[in-house]
């Protein structure tokens, strides 16, 4: 609860004129001081009542490519059954507000505001919580309360379509891609049957133990591979504009559209951060989303200040082997380890990098690599749609 400067004047009036009418036997300024403190007692009660409100969002849409429209719509209603709502209500939308009618709303009815969410900029745009300001007629007091969940809005990087998508060591016999994502004899995991799956697949020890059908999943390791690692280290994209790295924007977007042409050509992909990955998002039923995608990943991924991560993450790639076809995708400051990243060719047949921002271009033949230089994620796709041997 936040008293005005009315209400503040008002109540050291009151204690004043107190004080005087009994320190000098006043009794007009006895009652006018009990006047005022009755007023500023009354302000604080009035201000205290908590309307019983409903707030609820729907994002149109919820996930949305950069400089697309996006909408949000609020709706507001009073479930109470006795007064009107005579209130201040504003919302937040990212970095700013958006304010809300909701002066007079009667009991059981709702008042609904629709507004644009900025898609500007890549990133997870948080919207709400509904600032509710509560005032009494005479505004000497005001109380703000918070109603409703925030709602994400995720901002993704723009997609620019690439014609080719590298296919590694990883194939077929026939020399085709084997696009077949299951059937081989190399064991995964074990899930639950499902209506459908094959019985001999069923693996009947592990379903008398558990109680529940249990079926063998298996995966064809002739699949290529292709793991894609981004350089988000604060050290690698140098040059800031307002706040925004232009270089590690363009790496997203490049990362963006690799990502979506492989799952069109139904290649596995598997998405890296060199720096750690994004902090979890709150849902509007209070849960973080654990298992966000990779388009959302690019739109929580932030810069981050860890220096060593390129070589901590070359490190677990190369003991791992998570493919055969690796892109790593850096800034004008990530040139400096691509030497860390030129010693996984043995565990890589199969090894590109894209460099964003830089000012002049990476000398060609560093670290026998296939490099391409861009100044953005449109130019990258026209440079990567050129390159003839991966």
Do not use: K
């Given at each position: 609860?936040?008293?005005?400067?009315?209400?503040?004047?008002?109540?050291?009036?009151?204690?004043?004129?107190?004080?005087?009418?009994?320190?000098?036997?006043?009794?007009?300024?006895?009652?006018?001081?009990?006047?005022?403190?009755?007023?500023?007692?009354?302000?604080?009660?009035?201000?205290?009542?908590?309307?019983?409100?409903?707030?609820?969002?729907?994002?149109?849409?919820?996930?949305?490519?950069?400089?697309?429209?996006?909408?949000?719509?609020?709706?507001?209603?009073?479930?109470?059954?006795?007064?009107?709502?005579?209130?201040?209500?504003?919302?937040?939308?990212?970095?700013?507000?958006?304010?809300?009618?909701?002066?007079?709303?009667?009991?059981?009815?709702?008042?609904?505001?629709?507004?644009?969410?900025?898609?500007?900029?890549?990133?997870?745009?948080?919207?709400?919580?509904?600032?509710?300001?509560?005032?009494?007629?005479?505004?000497?007091?005001?109380?703000?309360?918070?109603?409703?969940?925030?709602?994400?809005?995720?901002?993704?990087?723009?997609?620019?379509?690439?014609?080719?998508?590298?296919?590694?060591?990883?194939?077929?016999?026939?020399?085709?891609?084997?696009?077949?994502?299951?059937?081989?004899?190399?064991?995964?995991?074990?899930?639950?049957?499902?209506?459908?799956?094959?019985?001999?697949?069923?693996?009947?020890?592990?379903?008398?133990?558990?109680?529940?059908?249990?079926?063998?999943?298996?995966?064809?390791?002739?699949?290529?591979?292709?793991?894609?690692?981004?350089?988000?280290?604060?050290?690698?994209?140098?040059?800031?504009?307002?706040?925004?790295?232009?270089?590690?924007?363009?790496?997203?977007?490049?990362a963006a559209s690799i990502?979506?042409?492989?799952?069109?050509?139904?290649?596995?992909?598997?998405?890296?951060?060199?720096?750690?990955?994004?902090?979890?998002?709150?849902?509007?039923?209070?849960?973080?989303?654990?298992?966000?995608?990779?388009?959302?990943?690019?739109?929580?991924?932030?810069?981050?200040?860890?220096?060593?991560?390129?070589?901590?993450?070359?490190?677990?790639?190369?003991?791992?082997?998570?493919?055969?076809?690796?892109?790593?995708?850096?800034?004008?400051?990530?040139?400096?380890?691509?030497?860390?990243?030129?010693?996984?060719?043995?565990?890589?047949?199969?090894?590109?990098?894209?460099?964003?921002g830089a000012a002049e271009?990476?000398?060609?033949?560093?670290?026998?690599?296939?490099?391409?230089?861009?100044?953005?994620?449109?130019?990258?796709?026209?440079?990567?749609?050129?390159?003839?041997?991966?």
């Amino acid at each position: 609860m936040g008293i005005t400067a009315r209400g503040v004047g008002l109540l050291v009036a009151a204690v004043v004129l107190l004080a005087a009418g009994f320190r000098f036997a006043y009794p007009e300024l006895t009652l006018l001081g009990a006047a005022a403190g009755a007023a500023v007692g009354y302000a604080a009660l009035v201000a205290a009542w908590r309307p019983r409100l409903a707030v609820t969002r729907r994002a149109d849409p919820d996930r949305v490519a950069r400089g697309e429209p996006a909408s949000m719509t609020l709706t507001v209603r009073n479930t109470g059954r006795l007064r009107s709502a005579n209130l201040l209500a504003e919302d937040r939308c990212g970095e700013r507000t958006v304010p809300v009618p909701v002066l007079r709303l009667r009991p059981g009815r709702d008042t609904e505001v629709r507004y644009d969410v900025p898609t500007d900029r890549r990133g997870v745009v948080p919207v709400g919580p509904l600032r509710v300001t509560r005032r009494d007629p005479l505004g000497l007091v005001a109380l703000a309360r918070p109603y409703g969940a925030t709602v994400p809005v995720w901002v993704h990087p723009r997609v620019h379509p690439l014609a080719a998508v590298p296919t590694g060591a990883g194939r077929s016999l026939d020399g085709r891609v084997d696009g077949v994502p299951h059937g081989s004899i190399t064991f995964d995991s074990l899930r639950e049957y499902v209506v459908g799956d094959e019985l001999r697949r069923v693996h009947w020890r592990t379903s008398a133990r558990v109680g529940e059908l249990m079926v063998r999943e298996n995966v064809d390791t002739s699949l290529p591979r292709l793991v894609v690692l981004l350089d988000n280290r604060v050290a690698a994209h140098p040059g800031r504009v307002g706040g925004v790295a232009e270089s590690f924007e363009s790496a997203c977007e490049a990362a963006a559209s690799i990502v979506t042409a492989a799952h069109r050509a139904d290649l596995p992909v598997l998405l890296l951060l060199a720096a750690g990955e994004p902090a979890q998002v709150t849902t509007p039923d209070g849960e973080g989303d654990g298992a966000l995608g990779p388009l959302d990943r690019l739109a929580a991924a932030e810069l981050s200040g860890d220096g060593a991560a390129v070589r901590a993450a070359t490190t677990r790639l190369r003991q791992d082997r998570l493919g055969d076809t690796l892109i790593f995708l850096t800034g004008p400051g990530g040139r400096e380890e691509l030497g860390h990243v030129g010693a996984l060719r043995g565990a890589y047949p199969s090894v590109v990098v894209g460099v964003f921002g830089a000012a002049e271009p990476t000398p060609p033949g560093t670290a026998g690599l296939v490099v391409v230089d861009a100044a953005d994620g449109a130019q990258f796709a026209a440079e990567w749609d050129g390159v003839r041997r991966w």
